[in-house]
């Protein structure tokens, strides 16, 4: 039987994601009960980090002992990956030590071929064009707080990247509608957007994305690996922060998310990430409930 991985968004159906949110809402309960949900017992998760992380280790880190197994965090400058094993190897032989791997890192094709040669699930912690696990805790976040996310509107207000594509992603499986509003040269690449994918609106003026959302939401103007660019990026972006001017745009109710690490006076001011329509630390913290529902999903499949 083909091996189940979190690898993008689509990798999942709406049937999976419904099931994979109901359970983060029990263990989440579990979690602040201190009741014990041992489901992951004596399994074991490798970490593999080409990139930096606060949230993503810990919440995988925390989550997997929370389960009642283990985490063991890699590097690439400590293990073997950073002195040029292939990726193929390194995945089989990790994959024959534990039970499910979690990897960030650069290009989607790393971790595609990474998932091609592990016997056990692959989930994306981040790659250049995708962060799954990051959105799922954004769409939970967004039903916590106002309930069914089909038929809203999100907007997104920075460059093309990994989290605008899993954005485009959920918005096709859930149902729901997100406008875009990226500088010029930082465009959507239409070779990362499923064919059909109808479920989103190109805005040049930001502040005209924003208008009638119900979730606005934004991010580094610079993601990992493009620090090269950050000058040209700056300029850029002018005009891109979002601000109180831009939230009133939005509905009255609208929630405003950054999957964070962010820059205030960038690409939000102090004012909006800091204020009372912010979510952002409930979206942090919902990491680590929706990925223990992932990590129990993928190695166990559905509970009764
Ligand atoms: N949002 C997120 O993935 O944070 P880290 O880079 O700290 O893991
Ligand atoms: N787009 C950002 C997200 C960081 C969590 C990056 O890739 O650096």
Partial sequence: MAIKHFLQFSDFTLDEFDYVIERSRIIKRKFKNYEPHHTLLDRTLVMVFEKNSTRTRLSFEAGMH??????????????????????????????????????????????????????????????????????????????????????????????????LYSWLQAAQIFGFHVNVSTPKGYEIDQSLVASGNSNYTFFANPSDACAGADLVTTDVWTSMGYEEENAARLKAFDGWIVDAEKMKRANADALFMHCLPAHRGEEVAAEVIDGPQSVVWDEAENRLHVQKALLEYLVLGKLN
């Fill in 66 to 163: 929370q389960l009642g197994g283990a985490a063991i965090y890699l590097n690439t400058r400590d293990s073997q990956l950073g002195r040029g094993e292939p990726v193929e190897d390194a995945a089989q032989v990790m994959s024959r030590m534990c039970d499910i791997i979690m990897v960030r890192t650069f290009g989607q094709d790393i971790i595609d071929r990474f998932a091609g040669h592990s016997r056990v699930p692959v989930i994306n912690g981040l790659t250049n064009e995708h962060h799954p696990c990051q959105v799922l805790a954004d769409v939970f976040t967004y039903i916590e707080h106002r309930g069914s996310i089909k038929d809203k509107t999100v907007a997104w207000i920075g460059d093309a990247n990994n989290m």
